[in-house]
């Protein structure tokens, strides 16, 4: 079984900077994508970033340029390091990983439980 564990949200004033970790423990061999999304309070979950395991990126256009992602494949964790941070980023952000091989067979749509980033002064 593959389990995804958030850490590193937070409190945060607007201006500010936090980084988000996503471990994925298991037997697991390869994550073909990992990455973020958020949801804010009565929102629809949506795309933060995404990174393939080829090395692809893709941004939401509300974050790029503030957010960066990032993943160590030999570790298998992401990162999303989230700078100017704005009161409009508040939301639960939610680990995500697709097409996990694993020793008998592949995991779709694997989800973190989130991790509540809120940014107010």
């Known amino acids: 079984q593959v389990q995804l564990v958030e850490s590193g949200g937070g409190l945060v004033q607007p201006g500010g900077s936090l980084r988000l970790s996503c471990a994925a423990s298991?037997?697991?061999?390869?994550?073909?994508?990992m990455g973020w999304y958020r949801q804010a309070p009565g929102k629809q979950r949506e795309l933060v970033a995404t990174f393939t395991i080829g090395g692809s990126t893709n941004y939401a256009d509300s974050v790029k340029g503030r957010f960066t992602i990032s993943r160590d494949n030999a570790k298998n964790m992401v990162y999303l390091q989230m700078n100017s941070l704005k009161p409009e980023d508040t939301a639960v952000y939610y680990c995500?990983?697709?097409?996990?091989?694993?020793?008998?067979?592949?995991?779709?749509?694997?989800w973190g439980q989130g991790t509540q980033v809120t940014v107010s002064s």
């Open positions: 298991g037997w697991i061999f390869s994550i073909n994508v």
């Open positions: 995500y990983a697709d097409n996990v091989l694993i020793s008998y067979g592949r995991l779709y749509d694997l």
